[in-house]
């Protein structure tokens, strides 16, 4: 069991909370996550002299552009870990450099299964017992992202605000539909929190991090 907090950073509005009170979270044991994105979190994450640690991204387009990010993120620290699905397991993540593949999870839950569950799901088996959620706000049209869209490295025919909306929305019906069945089902340990309170994404209890 992992004693660590871990702080997911996601897209959502309410991540400009975070953004503005940055300086609370300055040299405290928290673990730091993120969602499918490395430049725009690492950069509010900078302002305390912190780093990602545990990064999700299974979207092979995603993977593609952010592969040199990847590599460095990898090379960065022991123990960061990049949490990825089993499709991808022999993907250039891996071309050129054999022996980071003992700091990639594989985490491929089937058909159904969003980007969120998987790396919850990752988090319990890798130990850790208390994650908390900052800009999940369950929404995403172009006012609801908190990031500026310019600096998305993003291919516009698959990832325009509307099919993120759309995507996104499908998520939060799915997740608080199916979240509270499988937290007992598969016997994970691990509570997340929201720190929300106004999240459409409800599955997940409001609680604020203390640091």
């Not at 499709?87 to 450099?97: E, L, Q, S």
């Not at 022996?99 to 790396?119: C, E, P, T, W, Y």
């Not at 959620?133 to 025919?157: C, I, R």
Request: charged share 25%.
């Amino acid at each position: 069991m992992r004693l660590q907090k871990v702080g997911i950073l996601l897209q959502g509005n309410s991540l400009k909370k975070f953004d503005e009170e940055i300086e609370k979270y300055k040299g405290k044991d928290i673990i730091w996550a993120s969602l499918n994105h490395f430049y725009i979190p690492e950069n509010i994450l900078k302002k305390i002299g912190e780093n990602l640690q545990i990064v999700y991204m299974s979207s092979p387009v995603r993977i593609e552009q952010n592969i040199e990010e990847i590599h460095e993120y990898l090379k960065r620290m022991e123990d960061n870990i990049f949490i990825t699905t089993s499709k991808y397991d022999n993907h250039c993540i891996f071309t050129g450099f054999p022996l980071m593949q003992n700091k990639v999870v594989i985490q491929d839950l089937g058909i159904g299964f969003n980007s969120m569950m998987a790396l919850i799901v990752s988090l319990d088996k890798l130990g850790y017992r208390e994650a908390y959620l900052f800009g999940a706000d369950g929404g995403s049209g172009e006012k609801d992202v908190y990031y500026d869209q310019k600096k998305f490295k993003l291919d516009p025919n698959t990832t325009s605000f509307e099919s993120r909306r759309r995507t996104v929305d499908m998520d939060t019906r799915v997740l608080n539909q199916v979240y509270p069945i499988l937290h007992p089902y598969w016997n994970m340990h691990i509570k997340v929190y929201n720190t929300n309170p106004k999240s459409k994404l409800t599955c997940f209890p409001y609680k604020e991090m203390k640091v």
